[in-house]
């Protein structure tokens, strides 16, 4: 039989964590706590549960850190989870099915249902939302950005919804998605400063629109109502916001780079 870790990231959630803990209980064998210097009472929480919580430095999110968590997992497989994910009970007997095979792949797409404001969103670009979170923990590697799929070293399968799913509480109202965009387009900005990718113009105000009607038209945001005419606004501006931020990075650049110039001028 495969052993199978549930391994949670968390900062500040002791609102979520207890039910995500206990979502997991039920089929995994062991479930270890990454916890970023939470300044709440999550750490205790989740002690009541287990004992093996690990600290790692703060971040924005926790996608750089969970090669981190890799590392502290006994687990042959390994559920990755955040503290606002729910694992229903038909999705971990697949999942300890999924472990006890061998003949498995390598790692699996777990199917999601995305809650925000309080209603599940069955479009938007996240009716069929999926993610590769359950997995071989020695076939995966997951690169330091957000919202990147993990690397994962040989066959890859799909857990089909009818098999259950992760329930997803994703935006409390429309402060959180705020604050965490702020976070999230910061890190977005920064990977495609990284990869040297040009700031361009157009880009500022064609790719804010092409993301609305995208998410409104095309991917049927407007059958989520007045809550995917907000959401296909929202993630406009995260594109938006993304590429103002690239060009933040790049004017930036550009000033310390001339600073540089004119103090070895003034030097000769």
């Known amino acids: ?13 002791a609102d979520y964590i207890e039910e995500c803990i206990e979502s997991c209980i039920p089929w995994a064998d062991e479930i270890v706590i990454i916890d970023m210097e939470s300044t709440d ?6 002690g009541k549960y287990t004992d093996k919580i690990f600290t790692h430095p703060w971040l924005p999110t926790a996608d750089p850190a969970r090669n981190f968590g890799l590392q502290k997992v006994t ?14 009970e038909k999705l971990g007997r697949t999942c300890r099915r999924i472990a006890d095979d061998p003949n498995s792949a390598n790692a699996y797409y777990v199917p999601y249902l995305t809650v925000m404001f309080g209603r599940p969103i069955r479009h938007s670009g996240w009716g069929n939302d999926e993610h590769m979170h359950f997995f071989r923990r020695e076939k995966c590697t997951w690169l330091p950005y957000v919202h990147l799929k993990p690397q994962i070293e040989g066959p890859v399968g799909r857990i089909s919804r009818k098999d259950g799913c992760v329930v997803h509480l994703n935006y409390r109202d429309i402060s959180h998605f705020i604050e965490k965009l702020n976070r999230y387009t910061t890190m977005e900005a920064e990977r495609l400063h990284d990869e040297n990718r040009p700031f361009r113009w157009l880009k500022l105000f064609y790719q804010p629109t092409k993301e609305f009607f995208r998410r409104y038209l095309v991917l049927k945001g407007y059958k989520d109502g007045v809550v995917g005419l907000f959401l296909a606004a929202m993630m406009a501006f995260y594109t938006q916001a993304s590429y103002i931020k690239l060009w933040e990075m790049y004017d930036r650049d550009k000033r310390e780079k001339g600073s540089k110039d004119s103090k070895a001028e003034t030097a000769r």
């Open 1 to 13: 039989m495969g052993s199978i870790s549930a391994k949670i990231h968390t900062y500040n959630e």
């Open 41 to 46: 009472n999550t750490v205790e929480l989740a």
């Open 75 to 88: 687990g042959e497989w390994v559920m990755e989870l955040d503290p606002d994910e729910r694992v229903t």
